[in-house]
Every structure is written in structure tokens, then in C-alpha cells.
């Protein structure tokens, strides 16, 4: 049973077909790696799994389940769509970091927020118990209990999260840099914090678009190292990339993306090594490996 | 007539020019942002008012919407406005509103549209996203025009005296005919520096304040 199954999927802007209907499977644990020239849409693939842009058909399933389906879908509550985005994780190419947070709180930030709002609709209920249960004897005593123990579920959660933080910061090797702030890191410990901040959320799927792109060579190595290191049977990773090297060595599965279609797709080495197709073949003799 | 007395003519006229600088702030601050909100709105009738509302009263002088503001309901409405004070206020509220307005759009717009995405793919709903991500940056950005604005509002205070509203100006002016001396102008120009004097440095302390991160 795949994870992640898309099935044709379509997107245009204003006429300008820019995916024109790709379907793929992904297992658990697995690594996709999309390749394929500038403008073939790569980018906007990953936008479309993560609901940043609205695909005009497709549909996206996990687990066998529905869970997208862009013909019927439209008319999506905010709620409902970031409850569907969860299920991805979305790394940037230029890590769109928070700048006024320091490297913990890029972290926490989204989580604190929804034990935040979690805890205040816990209290709402709790309050409209108190009021329908105003006369009866001893409600004021098992609101006030109520009260006192979502305060402490709210402590220990948020203590959870600044621990689950640091364990993804020494995961990524930054724990020196705690209390630093963006501005103050280098290109590649923002990617690998970017990287840190989107599991922090344990996205089903976590997808990376060109990670290294905007860094320089010598720093590619550290933030391609800590990708490599999250491969597990638990994670399932899509990562658009001009590596071609890392490509081959991480993924077990590939994707040339030309023109917005799958013009091949398969195992590294048959990519790679026995490419079937004319274009795929052209590009690879492109682009140095 | 001997310096105390002018002085305390002073101070009143001081205590009117401080009572509209804050009105006005107060208001405007918060009316600029709905204003602003209005001018990037994606209905298109209310941006498109919006911004012919910001167009013309940036666009007048401040001295005629005063005139107008208390005028006109007057003249056209056949309901005289009882209070100088607050026609001015008005006047003044609108029109600060409207520059602010566009300062804070400005300062919306030049925020990276990866700071709204990133928020997005963590799930953050869009109220998250702008009072926990996007806000303070755009405050930190609005700060240098802002002052600017604010230092501005200090003086344009003096032009409230065109209908008659007893402030800083309009003392001093009263106090040159009392004793023949232009002094008395003079010693306003120094509630003025002192005034602004004031607001630089706390201007200066907030920027400081904002200054712990880059970017
Ligand atoms: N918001 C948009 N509006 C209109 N056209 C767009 C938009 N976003 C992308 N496109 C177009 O879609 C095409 C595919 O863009 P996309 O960014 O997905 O390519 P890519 O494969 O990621 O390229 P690169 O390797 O340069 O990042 C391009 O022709 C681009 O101009
Ligand atoms: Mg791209």
C-alpha cells in the first residue's frame, strides 16, 4: 500500500499548462528525487502537495484515502485545508526563516500555537460545563479541578515541544546555537534549521525544494548530510534537486520532470544508468554528475 | 506683563497643541491599519475607494480640510459645528489616517511572501500568521516613517489656529500683541524642539529596541 499516491494531476496559470497531469506513487520510507530542467515544474508540484497553489484537476491520496480531490474540493475552510497540509512538510529553497524569533522559538512557534489554541477551546468547554452545571452541588469544585489540570496539560505539552526542539537541533547540529537568530547563522545552518522547524511538525511526507540552491558549494555538503541522515523507514522524503550525485546515492526512486509531465521515472540506476528516454539522456548529459 | 505670566499663557497653549497631537495619534494610529487593510483589500469597490479617499486628502492641504471639516457641515448641512476642538480633530485624524495608512501598506507589501508560505505549510491559520510572524517585522520597517510622520504631527498641530483653536501658535501670537515683542514666538519655538527633542530619543529607544535581530 503506498503512502502518497497522485494521480493526475493538472495545474495551469491562466491558460499556461505547467503540469499536465502526473501521477506517481511513494512508499513509506521512501526517497523521491525529482530532477528536470528549469521551468519544467518541479517547483510547482511541490506547491500543489502542499496546497500553496490550488492544482486545477488531481487528485492526492494517503494511506488509500482521498484526501484531495481538486474537482470537488473547491470551496475548502481554512481549517480544513491546513488540516490537509499537515500531512506534507515543506522546506524552501530560501529558508524563509523567521527573523525576529530566535532559533528555538522558529521552532516552537507553530507548535506553541496550537497547544495554545487547543487549550483555549478545552476551556471554552469547560466554562459552558460550569455554566449549564451551575446549581448542581459541587460543580464549582470539578471546574476549578478542570481549570487547574489543563494548566498543567498545557505546561507539560509546551515542555514537550522545547524538548522534542532540541533533540531535532542536535539531530541537525545546531545545539550551540540555541539563542542565536537567523541573521546570525550561516546559509547552511538556516537550511538545516528550516529542515529542523518542518519536523518539528512530524509531517506524514516532507518535501524539499532545491535545499542547496541558494547556498555556496562548500556548503551544501553539511545540509545534503543531515538530509541523508533523516532517511529512516519512518520518513518519507520528495526532494527536487540539481544533485544529481546525491540524487542517485539517496533515492530510491526517480523523477525527470520535462515540460510538466513524468518523462521518466524509476530506480536511480535505471534513471541514471539505462535511461529509456531521448530527453532524459539529453538532460543527464547536461547537467555534471 | 512679566515672563511668568506669558509663560503660563504658554503652557496653555502648549497643553491644547499636546491634547490634539495625542487625539490624533490615538486614533489615526489604529485607522491607518483598517485604511490600509481597505487599500489591499481583494473586493475591488473598496479598494478602489480607499484608495481615492487616501489619494484626496493626501493630496489637499491639511489647512483646507480643517476649513472644510468645520465649515461645511455648517453651510451645506445647516448643522454648525459646536466645537472647534473636535472639527480639528477630525480634520486631523483623517487626515494622519490616511498617510499612515499608506505607510502600513508599504510596509505589509514589502514583507516576503515566504514569510506568509512558511506560516501556511506549518499550519498556522492567516490571524497566526500576521500578528505572530508578519506584524513585527512590518512594524520594524514602519519605524523610521513613522517618526518621521509623528515629528511632523507636532508641528502641523500649529496649523489648528486657523479656526481659532487656542494652541501653542495661537497663544504666542496672542502674547506678541500683549507686550509688543516677538519673544514670545520665539520661546514657543522651544516648547516645539523640547517637544520633538523628547519624541527622537524615545523614537530612537524603540528602533534600538528592534534592532536585536536583522532582516
Ligand atoms: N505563480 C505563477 N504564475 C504564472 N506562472 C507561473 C507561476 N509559478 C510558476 N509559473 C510558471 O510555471 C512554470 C514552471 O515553474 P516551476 O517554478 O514549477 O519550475 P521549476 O521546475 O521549479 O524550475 P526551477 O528549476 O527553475 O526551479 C514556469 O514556466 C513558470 O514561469
Ligand atoms: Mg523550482
Known sequence: MALLKVKNMRKDFDGLEVLKGIDFELNKGEVLAIIGASGSGKTTLLRCLNFLETPTSGEIYIDDKLIYDAQKDIDLSDAQLREKRLNFGLVFQQFNLFPQYNVLSNITLAPSLYIKADIKRKKKEANLEYIKNLFKPGARKIFLQKRSDLRQQAN?????????????????????????????????????????RALALNPKILCFDEPTSALDPELTGEVLKVIKSLKSKDSTMIIVTHEMEFARKVADKVIYMADGVIEEMGTPSEVFGNSKSQKTRAFLQKEPI | MDFGQIMLSLAQGFATTCLLFILTLIMSLPLGLIIAFCSMSKIKPIRWLSRTIVWIVRGSPLMLQIIIVFYVPGLVFNYPMESRMFAVTVAFVINYACYFSEIYRGGIESIPKGQYEAGKVLGM???????????????????????????????????????????????????????????????????????????????????????????
Open chain 2, 125 to 215: 491559520t492567516s490571524t497566526q500568521i500576521f500578528f505572530k510572524v508578519v506584524l513585527l517585522q512590518v512594524i520594524k520597517r514602519i519605524m523610521p516613517p513613522v517618526s518621521n510622520e509623528v515629528i511632523t504631527l507636532v508641528k502641523d498641530t500649529s496649523l489648528a489656529r486657523i479656526i481659532s483653536v487656542g494652541e501653542l501658535i495661537k497663544s504666542s501670537q496672542d502674547m506678541m500683541k500683549a507686550t509688543a515683542s516677538i519673544l514670545p514666538l520665539f520661546y514657543s519655538g522651544i516648547f516645539y524642539l523640547a517637544f520633538n527633542g523628547i519624541l527622537t530619543l524615545l523614537f530612537n529607544y524603540i528602533e534600538k529596541k528592534l534592532n536585536y535581530y536583522q532582516g
Open chain 1, 156 to 196: 507539560s505539552m509546551h515542555e514537550d515541544i522545547e524538548k522534542l526542539a532540541m533533540k531535532l537541533l542536535k539531530r541537525v547540529g545546531l545545539l550551540d546555537k540555541v539563542k542565536s537568530y537567523p541573521c546570525e547563522l550561516s546559509g547552511g545552518q538556516c537550511q538545516r534549521l528550516a529542515i529542523a
